[in-house]
């Protein structure tokens, strides 16, 4: 056998990767500008994205052609019947934003502002179960930005953590670094939405044991961090644990957003401070809500 | 000699792409701790079959693109990877006289070594449980080892790299 290396195991060489590696770690930790080198890297690897997500695509393209007249039929009676409940909902739609308007008008308060949103679709998920994350085919090209926040068809999903060109990552509220401030629907009392890491959990942070919290109350989210927008759905209240021996509660919550079974999202435009002023005179004319 | 070498490395890399893909593949939420880890089981067979061509070097750019590709903090992979790499580098001359299974248990420890090396730096950027189910993905790739070896071993074979 040829001896195979000439000058012995690469030590040194592997001491140079090392210390590479962990100032990479270190530059990616602290300082934003490694992003756009890791955008660049994005770009080479979103091929392979689309390749993990093509079995799904295929799937979902087979099950719309190899579909059974029968049940396109029920499918089209049961959304026929959606569709006049959801329009009976929408009839009085227009007279009760008016009367609102007039109401906060009284109240000298600020107009409502309606968010713009883009429609998004997931093309894949963290394999990693210690991060809430998943990714979604749209990017810089389409305007999607840091911290953008993510609805799905029921709440409030998470925000974009992560934009490369074509694609961007969003951490899922569930994930055990995000947290989110929220209030209570039905009387205003606010408190912070921890992820736990479990899809299926929230936890409400320092919440007082005298607070008038109940099992069932309904968490939106109350747009106070300045990233999310005010009003959204976020979890339904799950238990309330009152143990005299904490100095808090302990509440949670389950999320509103099918957290793990959403493909088609929706990313809002939130509505900052200094632009609130000009959307709010152009109103009707340029915020437009994507029917969809 | 050198386009043979050219093709050799096109397989290579043709291997951890489909290591890759099946490290992003989705599984069901129950068996989502029991994912095997591909691209360090390519990487150690390829620095066990072909030490004098895929080195840690490699193993570090490999790892550079799993970290992109998971979203993870860039440089974790690189670093878990390059080490397992160096240490089969070590040990390649012993790693090819074992029998399959004993090949086995040197991945559960190796893969346990890259694994650990994630725990670390998770819980030092502050991203982790407190349970051991992140060294499930080591007894996983040990128990697939002897597939993923012979059919290596096949594609190594049938397309000559060496």
């Known amino acids: 056998m040829n001896p195979i290396f000439k000058g012995g195991i690469p030590r040194l060489f592997f001491f140079v990767l090392v210390i590479l590696a962990i100032v990479f770690m270190v530059s990616d930790l602290n300082s934003p500008r490694t992003r756009d080198a890791r955008n660049v890297l994005s ?3 979103t091929p392979i994205q689309w ?3 093509m079995p799904t695509r295929i799937a979902d393209d087979l099950s719309d052609v190899l579909v059974s007249r029968r049940s396109l039929v029920k499918d089209n009676t049961q959304l026929r ?4 409940l959801l329009d009976q909902k929408v009839q009085q739609m227009d007279s009760l934003t008016t009367e609102n308007l007039r109401l906060r008008e009284l109240l000298s308060g600020r107009e409502r502002i309606r968010n713009n949103v883009q429609l998004a679709e997931l093309i894949g998920v963290n394999p990693d179960p210690f991060q809430h994350q998943i990714i979604l085919g749209k990017g810089l090209e389409d305007g999607v930005f840091m911290g953008q926040p993510v609805l799905d068809a029921r709440g409030v999903l998470g925000q974009v953590v992560d934009v490369s060109h074509y694609t961007c990552r969003v951490m899922l509220i569930t994930d055990a670094r995000h947290a989110l401030p929220v209030e209570i629907n039905r009387n205003g009392f606010r408190a912070i939405a921890l992820g736990k890491g479990s899809l299926e959990e929230l936890e409400l942070e320092y919440v007082p044991d005298t607070a008038d919290i109940r099992v069932g109350d309904l968490l939106v989210s109350s747009g106070l961090g300045g990233r999310f ?3 959204y759905p976020v979890a339904t209240v799950s238990s309330v644990v009152r143990d005299p021996g904490r100095p808090f509660s302990r509440v949670k919550a389950v999320p509103a957003a099918r957290l793990d079974k959403s493909r088609h999202l929706l990313l809002v435009e939130p509505v900052t401070e200094n632009r609130e002023e000009s959307v ?7 915020v437009q809500m994507l029917n969809e | 000699m050198s386009k043979r070498r050219s ?3 096109m397989i290579v890399v043709g291997t951890l792409i489909v290591g890759f893909i099946l490290s992003q593949m989705p599984l069901p939420s129950m068996l989502v701790w029991w994912r095997p880890e591909w ?3 390519i990487v150690i067979y390829w620095v066990m079959a072909l030490p004098h061509r895929f080195g840690i070097g490699m193993a570090w750019v490999s790892g550079l693109a799993l970290d992109v590709l998971k979203g993870s903090l860039l440089g974790m992979n690189a670093l878990s990877l390059t080490t397992i790499a160096f240490i089969t580098l070590i040990l390649h001359r012993r790693l090819r006289m074992y029998p399959l299974w004993q090949q086995a248990m040197m991945v559960l420890v190796l893969v346990g070594i890259n694994q650990l090396i994630f725990h ?5 950027t502050g991203s982790t449980g407190d349970t051991l189910v992140f060294l499930l993905p080591a007894v996983v790739s040990a128990i697939l080892w002897p597939w993923v070896f012979v059919v290596l071993r096949g594609i190594r074979r049938t397309f000559h790299v060496n």
């Open chain 1, 43 to 45: 770009l080479i690897m």
């Open chain 1, 229 to 231: 927008p005010y009003g």
């Open chain 1, 81 to 84: 019947s959606e569709v006049i």
């Open chain 2, 39 to 41: 691209v360090a089981m």
């Open chain 2, 7 to 9: 093709g050799g490395i």
């Open chain 2, 120 to 124: 670390w730096i998770q819980s030092l």
């Open chain 1, 280 to 286: 709010n005179q152009q109103e009707s004319s340029e």
């Open chain 1, 51 to 53: 390749l993990v997500d």
